[in-house]
């Protein structure tokens, strides 16, 4: 069966960074360009980052440009998001997607 | 980018009776390859969203036949024939041809 796990998250103080990471398996990963994708109630769905199977193509949401940072491990079948100088809007549950399967979703709260 | 209106915020409907979700988009989904990236998720309570239908009408694997997806160009449907208590959750479409990836706001559906 189709597994993404993803980890990382947490409380994290405004201008902060973390580091989220998905566990992929039971598809073949490089077959699949990657997202991330968040959640608020009062935003709903957001997509945010994508990345080629072969991670040699990035695509960002402005509201997250020039601040978050996608990036996969092929070898390990991994995908991360490294995320930098966070604001409180940035609080979300973030999900590691392909269009076919979605993980669990990991909280991040940005909050002093 | 593209803006995906499901105006029906919620509905309800009495288990065995069909319902239909309709999704808007501000422009046409077609790709120079005839495809259509439109995809239906349904996001159970407390659960990450599930694919139910990719390119407008293609059923992903283990759906029930009870639903189906319709439209062309920027009018988009997605049908229950007959909805089961399972099936409560919230609908969303969601457009894969031009980015920034956008998703509808979402459909509740209640079972009366």
């Known amino acids: 069966d189709v597994q993404l796990l993803e980890s990382g998250g947490g409380l994290v103080q405004p201008g902060g960074s973390l580091r989220l990471s998905c566990a992929a398996s039971g598809f073949t990963f490089t077959n699949y360009a990657m997202n991330w994708v968040r959640q608020t109630p009062g935003r709903g769905l957001e997509w945010i980052s994508s990345?080629?199977?072969?991670?040699?193509?990035?695509h960002y949401a402005d509201s997250v440009k020039g601040r978050l940072t996608i990036s996969r491990d092929n070898s390990k079948n991994m995908l991360y998001l490294q995320m930098n100088s966070l604001r409180a809007d940035d609080t979300a549950l973030y999900y590691c997607a392909n269009t076919q399967h979605w993980g669990r979703g990991i909280v991040v709260t940005v909050s002093s | 980018e593209i803006v995906l209106t499901q105006s029906q915020v919620s509905l309800s409907v009495t288990p065995g009776q069909p319902a239909s979700i309709s999704c808007k988009s501000s422009?046409?989904?077609?790709?120079?390859?005839?495809?259509?990236?439109l995809y239906w998720y349904l996001q159970k309570p407390g659960q990450s969203p599930q694919l139910l239908i990719y390119?407008?009408?293609r059923r992903f694997s283990r759906v029930p036949d009870r639903f189906s997806g319709s439209g062309s160009g920027t009018d988009f449907t997605l049908k229950i024939s007959r909805v089961e208590a399972e099936d409560v959750g919230v609908y969303y479409c969601m457009q894969g041809m031009l980015l920034p990836i956008t998703f509808g706001q979402g459909t509740r559906l209640e079972i009366k």
């Open positions: 990345i080629s199977g072969s991670g040699s193509s990035t």
């Open positions: 390119e407008v009408s």
């Open positions: 422009q046409t989904l077609l790709h120079s390859d005839g495809k259509i990236d």
